[in-house]
């Protein structure tokens, strides 16, 4: 495939680790990056990327100390500063001038530190992973945005969480960071989203073309295989009894999953089964996850909160036993519970078709839009579960030829549509339009 010379391609984001959607999709980027030829070094807070080709800055985290009190004072639903609450109303936030102040100050630093990433690894290209999007780093938004404009790299701007799309940036005193630096508009810079929504909103809003790529999975490898010996073990370490469904929730507990409509879906089955969830809440606190335990012990469900026992490479426990990926509970699973209000895209969709698994899924906006009208053959319900969707999901449980006949139609749509031989051939385009094809 024909694209530019090799380049030296720097990731810059908030956080490089763990399994949240931002690092694993940069993972996929990088990985087709290094088939076309080029090399990937990374700019973040946090990083469990080889330490000789990252530049972590502890001030890049959204969870730095300095970054988190500057939200709590910016954003109403992070609290109101008391003593603005007092004289401006409890919805209303000012920003304090000593904020603006540590806001500018933490930028220079982090500009500085972005200077430095580029000579120490001699960059031709940035690609930032929603640190110009979500607006959770201000600092390091403005820092980016000033680099790009004072040095005309080019630049790929990745984004997955648009400020628009969260309600509790809604209300802020920060309307002028947002609009100057999330997104930045400069010639250097190609906008990409991963729906078709989001280029929409974003052309409208800040009159910015941006191409639709979405996420990908591997589909040209299919899934290693997983012994039965591994699934009997990951169902028994999950306390599950011969002739239980394990449900699996593949994703962190945040209200905006939908939990409560697979604790319902458990319920309502009729058959026994444990709900497992995979992850944990996160930096979202812990409210909802008492209120789905609550939930379930309502409805009389059993819930099993499995984030202790999954991690990203097989490795043993340390207080005994075995733990899992993600991957191995997939395997495990005997339906996968994806109901979600709304999602920027749907890793969790795609790993289910990854793994031909039989699928519960709301009909959330971008499945609506950008999914649903590919071909997927899933158990959908749209914001109620009614006797329809549990009579198709009892037919799957029933009939293992049926699911076996949907979850191969369903791999065969990802292989054409949303595999890396599709990101690939995004990526090139993307480089050819920064800088020309190779003569």
Known sequence: MGTTEPRRV?????????????????????TVME????????????????AAISHVIPEAFFGHPDIAAINRAVFASHGVAPEFAAAHGSTVVVR????????QELQGHLKSKLYAFSRTFQLDLLVIENASAIPLNLPLGLAISEFI???????I????????????????????????????????????????????????????TARVIPNTMD???????????????????LGLAAGELLLL?????????????????????????????????????????????????????????AADLVVESAEPNPAGGRRYTLDELYEAADFVTYPS???????AFLEAVFHRRPILVNNYSTYEVDLRPRGFRVVWFDEYISEGTLDQARRLLDDRAEAATWAASNYEVGLAHFSFTVLERHIADLIVDCFGAAG
């Open 219 to 237: 589909f040209d490898r299919p899934p290693l295989p997983v012994s039965a010996e591994v699934i009997a073990a990951a169902r028994a370490d």
């Open 10 to 30: 720097g990731f810059v984001s908030t956080r490089f680790a763990g399994t949240d959607g931002v690092s694993l999709e940069t993972a996929k980027w990088a």
């Open 157 to 208: 701007a990745h984004h997955h969480d648009l400020p628009w799309e969260r309600q509790r940036f809604l209300v802020n005193a920060v309307a002028d960071i947002i609009a100057a630096a999330f997104p930045p508009v400069h010639p250097p810079i190609r906008h990409v989203v991963i729906n078709s929504i989001q280029a929409l909103e974003l052309a409208s809003r800040r009159g910015v």
């Open 35 to 50: 088939r076309l030829g080029h090399r990937a070094f990374y700019f973040s807070g946090v990083s469990d990327r080889p």
């Open 96 to 103: 304090p001038p000593a904020v603006s102040t540590r806001i």
């Open 149 to 155: 404009a004072e040095t005309g790299i080019p630049t």
């Open 341 to 347: 209000q709304f999602e920027g895209f749907g890793n």
């Open 249 to 305: 929730q593949p994703t962190r507990i945040v209200a905006r999953k939908g939990i409560e409509h697979a604790i319902e879906f458990a319920r309502r089955l009729d058959r026994p089964a444990r709900l497992v969830i995979s992850h944990s809440a996160g930096d979202e606190g812990g409210a909802y996850e008492q209120r789905i335990r609550q939930y379930a012990d309502l409805l009389g469900v059993k819930l099993v909160l």
